[in-house]
């Protein structure tokens, strides 16, 4: 979800891997271990939650984590809690990074130190404030200072147990005095409208003496007085009400100006020079890529685009502008990753692979080790198959993956692991079982293989062919080595990373995972001697039950099956696929006459067929929607029920309105439910962005139920369910990249030149790059190079824009906003630079 920004869009992501955490305090009891889990919060607001680690202080989680951000935030946060099975479960620590320093732990897997959590320091959201000094003569012509302070809103304050009932106070604070004032409390929403005036008397009579009837109060006295703003959740608790943040104004600064109107960052409190030692909570390691895309209409990109896109027609293959990327990159998956989503986009990732492909078979000298590198095509293979075969691991290897997890058999087969009780014997059947079934399902599902994934195939295993005509299994290995070495044990092995499984499975389950994929690869590589593939005396043993032709056979079938030329995808439009589920809050839509329109927790289930909801998981459905009867998916104002993170999903009759359980959980939902209903014919183009109550439509006022909407939809999306890209946005990145290794680039131009007109032994800093065409790699670099610095400029240009216009203090950035600071100072260096 883009922010708008002049013609402008902002995107923000963030993926982390939740690594381990060590050195958890003990638990003050006769056990001292403790059942911890990790959050992963927006500010306060959680978006994800890890597995419960049982009975260990140092618990590994091993979880990844990736979302789209829809709105602005100050901290990316990680909190461990103490699961307690009778009250609520209790922070132990937690890692507050501030969005300015993400770039700081970018892409490092990075130990941090847990801090003490405490409700004085746990605030966000930004408050409105006006303040007016102004003079005053009395009666007895003696001049007082009166400040006025008005308070006149605040913004997404965080939300306390369920509820956010806020009010604030004004504090004039002083060496001598202290005069405090209160608003009224506002209920049920974290956006409060105050618009409440507090006035105070900043200079006053004083003590009356022989030398006047009244004593101005000394200047200085005034230069040490403050205004506080605190802001607080009225509790029904008997511990009292909540702070949730305040701010700290010195009247000094009104000295300058009269008036003085701004928003204001919320801070945390004092809390009373408390010395409390960093590692007494243990640690936590994490990795972070945050990324923060500025994309521009899709004019600007044309030129780039244009050349990344013609680069399966350039001969050779490597003087394109896509291997140039590759071969610039750091790291190889880089690229390929804004890559394969952009000629995804274009429809063109298939000859893209194929002519790199080709390229590296040919330069590939031994027929045993074909793909077995990270190339830039094996990463391109890689980053396909997890684009377009999500759906297919769904289908293929869920159930099963599902069972083996539920059952939770003992599959431990090294003598040296056994645990007391188990049986050898009985274990490498259990595990047997499972690998017979799993390896039935992978090579009876060639019909379910995506089109594009065979197409691919079909090029791998025809230009290895050519290659090595001598070999006869060339055909197979070529194939084999991604659908099974990189694509379907990888699935088995971690299941979390795939989608196939909420959460990184339990110790005892990924070991019988471990085995299973082991066993599966080397089934799949279909190498001459099978027994020594393993390094272990046990899995060798175990080995030979699968020592029949039978299963040779069905691989060689299956890989003949997903990589033959003719071969489409003959998967039934019938077949449903489920695409999300989970719990969330419904309100009643009103189907019966009479009853109360309540909400109610319910278990939400979304296919290519049906929108349903039912109690629990597993419960007979309670409402089907058909996703022709989908006119169009909107979030609701959250001023309708006083409840945030809801969307509607319109009906033909009646309107379904949703509560996630947090922003980006709110965002999967509309998104997924936009593009598998985009094509339905009777989509609305306007709706309302309020719900109807009392007899009338909140957001216009209209008293008719069936009055059409006034506002305008949001805009349509793909309606390719998986493959949901944005061309522009990976435009975008591939630009970043080129600007990132622009020092690169320049050394691959000097290695074209070198080429050229040196005929001997390479330069050791030129001999990385892949050039077999010195001129023509040259002139692509030389057209890289000229359309980057032009997108460069555009970029440059706008932050001088925006840098003029956007005033400090404003609700898009109070004061108290540090990256926008830092964004003033690069702009005000670069412009003293520049003069």
């Known amino acids: 979800m883009a922010v708008e920004e002049e013609g402008l869009r902002v995107f923000q992501s963030v993926r982390i891997k939740i690594g381990e955490a060590k050195n958890l305090p003990t638990y003050p009891g006769p056990n001292k271990m403790r059942d911890c889990y990790c959050t992963v919060n927006l500010d306060q607001e959680e978006v994800f939650r890890t597995k419960i680690v049982e009975k260990s202080l140092c618990p590994f989680y091993g979880e990844d984590f990736y979302c789209e951000i829809p709105r602005s935030f100050r901290h990316l946060s990680f909190y461990i809690f103490d699961r307690d ?203 972070v890529v945050y990324t923060e895309d500025h994309v521009f209409p899709s004019d600007y990109y044309s030129p780039l685009r244009d050349l990344l896109l013609k680069s399966s027609d350039v001969e050779p293959v490597s003087a394109s502008t896509a291997h140039v990327l590759g071969e610039v990159c750091r790291e190889k998956q880089e690229a390929a990753i804004p890559l394969v989503r952009l000629f995804l986009h274009y429809g063109k990732i298939v000859p893209l692979i194929s002519a790199i492909a080709n390229a590296e078979v040919k330069r590939t000298q031994d027929p045993n080790t074909i793909f077995r590198g990270n190339s830039l095509t094996s990463k391109c293979i890689d980053e396909t198959m997890k684009l377009a075969g999500m759906h297919y691991l769904q289908v293929t290897l869920k159930p099963t993956i599902d069972e083996i997890c539920q059952q939770h058999k003992s599959c431990e087969i090294d003598p040296v692991k056994l645990k007391d009780g188990e049986n050898l014997e009985t274990n490498k059947e259990n595990l047997r079982q499972y690998v017979d079934r799993i390896f039935t399902v992978i090579t009876k599902s060639g019909v379910s293989c995506p089109t594009v994934m065979c197409d691919i195939f079909f090029s791998l295993r025809e230009s290895a062919a050519i290659r090595f005509q001598d070999d006869p299994d060339v055909r197979y290995t070529a194939v084999s080595s991604f659908i099974f070495l990189r694509f379907f044990a990888p699935a088995i092995l971690s299941p979390n990373l795939f989608h196939l499984t909420a959460h990184h499975p339990d110790p005892q389950t990924s070991r019988t995972l471990t085995l299973i994929s082991k066993t599966i690869q080397t089934l799949g590589s279909l190498s001459k001697s099978k027994s020594a593939s393993f390094k272990e005396s046990y899995m060798a043993t ?94 609701l104002e959250e001023e309708s029920f006083k409840m945030k993170n809801m969307f509607q999903v319109i009906q033909p009759e009646r309107v379904l309105y949703i509560q996630a359980n947090n922003c980006v959980e709110a965002k999967d939902w509309i998104d997924i439910l936009t ?161």
């Open 85 to 287: 099975v009778f009250r609520r479960d209790s922070i132990i620590g937690k890692v507050a990074i501030l969005k300015e320093d993400l770039q700081k732990y970018h892409n490092r897997d990075t130990w941090f130190q847990l801090q003490h959590v405490d409700a004085d320091s746990e605030v966000q959201g930004k408050v409105h404030l006006e303040l007016r000094l102004s003079e005053v003569i009395t009666d007895t012509g003696v001049v007082c200072h009166k400040l006025a302070t008005r308070v006149l809103e605040c913004r997404g304050l965080p939300i306390v147990n369920g509820q956010c009932d806020p009010y604030a106070t004004v504090t004039l604070a002083g060496p001598c005095r202290s005069d405090v004032k209160k608003t009224k409390v506002k209920k049920k929403t974290n956006n409060p409208q105050f618009d409440e005036v507090f006035y105070f008397e900043v200079t006053r009579p004083c003590s009356y003496n022989k030398k006047s009837h009244f004593e101005i109060e000394d200047a200085d006295e005034v230069d040490k007085m403050e205004i506080r703003v605190g802001l607080w959740n009225a509790s029904n608790l008997k511990f009292g009400d909540e702070f949730l943040g305040e701010l700290r104004l010195p009247l000094k600064f009104l000295r300058q100006s009269s008036s003085y109107e701004a928003w204001y960052f919320l801070q945390p409190r004092d809390n009373g020079n408390k010395s409390l030692k960093p590692d007494d909570l243990g640690s936590l390691r994490l990795n």
């Open 542 to 635: 175990f080995y030979d039950y699968f020592n029949e032709q039978k299963y040779a056979d069905a691989v060689k079938n299956f890989l003949d099956l997903i990589s033959s030329s003719g071969r489409r995808d003959h998967k039934s439009i019938e077949q449903p696929i489920l695409l999300k589920e989970g719990f969330m809050i419904k309100r009643a839509q009103g189907r019966k006459r009479f009853g109360m329109k309540n909400f109610k927790k319910r278990w939400f289930r979304l296919s290519n067929h049906e929108f349903t909801y039912q109690k629990s998981k597993g419960d007979h459905p309670l409402c089907s929607i058909p996703i022709e009867n989908i006119l169009a998916v909107e979030k």
């Open 675 to 835: 593009k598998v209903s985009q094509c339905n014919k009777k989509r609305l183009s306007v709706y309302h962005p309020s719900a109807y109550l009392n007899g009338h439509w909140l957001c216009c006022k209209a008293t008719a139920d069936n009055t059409p909407g006034c506002t305008p939809c949001t805009g349509g999306l793909p309606a390719n369910i998986q493959l949901d890209i944005d061309g522009d946005r990976e435009t975008e990145r591939i630009y970043s990249l080129f600007n990132l290794y622009m020092v690169k680039m320049e050394k691959m131009q000097e290695a074209c030149g070198s080429k050229s007109v040196y005929d001997g032994p390479e330069q050791e800093e030129y001999s990385t790059f892949v050039i077999d065409d010195p001129q023509e790699t040259y002139k692509t670099l030389k057209q890289i190079v000229e359309n980057v610095k032009t997108l460069e400029q555009e970029h440059a240009q706008y932050k001088r824009d925006k840098f003029k216009k956007t005033k400090y203090g404003s609700q898009e950035h109070p004061i108290g906003d540090k990256s926008f600071q830092s964004y003033i100072r690069q702009q005000s260096e670069t412009s003293a630079h520049s003069i």
